[in-house]
């Protein structure tokens, strides 16, 4: 993992209530980088996301809306966070219904600037 | 419309070996008796296998049925039977528009306009899926595409407009522009969205959002996370918040990017209640 993937997954795992974060390959929802807590499987975890932020994508560009820029899905037990970092990696974080999304995101929009080109 | 489905039964009934069946499972289509079409339309093609304009009739009414994969078969059927056939290449558009391929649905579109270069409905068609293509993740290099034109059958499915639809969510802002309720299935229950143009994207947008409901549904149970309650994308120039909405059915809120997500989601919870009261008080 590079120093720069690696100390972004760090500041996002800070987060309250936050279960794991990882950088994932936006085509393939391939993971690149992660930093999970036991027992939550990454592949699963970058496969979903990355298909969850296809289809909404293509749902926002049909209705005019644009590039998406970051997707979260609240569930009863928890949230999964994408931010797109352009131009093919997405940043995923899993987190427990405790997490302050708001933080969450700001760190997360965060990373996924550092590393555009 | 009762009296053409009168005379097409008593014209079969006449003469059982008559390709009028296709007329009258299209008109019991139309009319929303499915079951009944598709009883009509399986046994004239049982007796016309080779008959193109049953297959599409078919392939209709799976599509109305929900049944995409049997669509496909149909409208497959059609262009093996007459190949550029452009009712099924719209047709083949729609189902793989609704199963999230929109690399196929634009190729579909865009034999549809090699063959017609004025067909004006499915030049709108293909830019919206390729306005859908350009997102992160899914394929951004599509092929431009020949010139202009009109009408577009298979896309339109389900043709109504904003303003014939149940006026469930009037009292909120933008009620038929930017509101939708839809089914599992992709149907448009109620409301609208307006593209950026103007034009009515509803049935695109529901279609699309089937697959949505789906994938979250899916990344809820695989995840542990349990049943998922909202989704929402931050994008250039607006928000959406997709919720689901009672049994079966699904919201689409569409706000500008000025509402604070908070907000949005606030409205979207609002509206979402509104929708549920209307779908209780239909028995859904």
Request: zero cysteines; hydrophobic letters at 50%.
């Amino acid at each position: 993992m590079s120093d720069e993937l690696g100390r972004a997954l760090d500041r996002i795992s800070r987060v309250r209530g936050m279960r794991g974060s990882m950088w994932v390959s936006a085509e393939d929802g391939i993971p690149v980088a992660q930093l999970l807590m036991e027992g939550v499987s990454g592949k699963a975890v970058a496969a979903l996301a990355a298909s969850l932020v296809r289809k909404i994508s293509g749902t926002a560009g049909a209705v005019g809306a644009g590039r998406v820029r970051f997707v979260q899905m609240e569930a009863a037990g928890g949230t999964l966070l994408a931010a797109l970092a352009p131009p093919d990696l997405l940043v995923v974080a899993l987190a427990d219904s405790r997490v302050n999304i708001g933080l969450a995101r700001i760190e997360m929009m965060r990373a996924a600037a550092a590393v555009a080109p | 419309m009762a009296e053409d489905i009168r005379s097409l039964t008593a014209a079969l009934a006449r003469d059982p070996s008559s390709l009028v069946y296709a007329e009258l499972a299209e008109a019991l289509r139309r009319r929303g008796q499915r079951d009944e079409a598709l009883r009509i339309a399986l046994h004239g093609l049982a007796r016309h296998p080779q008959h193109v304009h049953g297959h599409d009739v078919l392939a209709r009414i799976h599509a109305d049925l929900g049944d995409l994969d049997r669509a496909l078969l149909a409208w497959s059927k059609v262009l093996e039977l007459w190949p550029g056939h452009p009712g099924a290449l719209k047709g083949v558009a729609f189902v793989r528009f609704r199963q999230g391929d929109v690399v196929a649905a634009a190729a579909a579109l865009e034999q549809v306009l090699a063959l017609d270069p004025t067909d004006a409905a499915a030049r709108r068609a293909l830019e919206t899926v390729r306005r859908g293509a350009g997102a992160v993740g899914a394929p951004a290099a599509l092929p431009v595409a020949p010139a202009p034109a009109e009408a577009q059958p298979a896309l339109e499915a389900g043709e109504a407009g904003a303003q014939e639809r149940p006026a469930v969510f009037s009292g909120f802002d933008r009620a038929t522009a930017d509101i939708l309720l839809l089914d599992e299935r992709g149907l448009v229950l109620a409301g609208g969205l307006a593209g950026a143009d103007g034009a009515d994207v509803s049935e695109l947008a529901a279609a699309g959002l089937a697959g949505v409901s789906g994938e979250a549904k899916r990344t809820g149970e695989y995840l542990s996370l349990g049943a998922w309650r909202t989704l929402v994308a931050e994008a250039e120039t607006a928000n959406l918040v997709v919720a689901p909405a009672g049994e079966g059915a699904l919201l689409l809120v569409r706000r500008d990017r000025s509402m604070p997500v908070g907000l949005a989601l606030r409205f979207a919870e609002r509206a979402r209640g509104t929708a549920s009261a209307w779908l209780e008080g239909q028995g859904a």
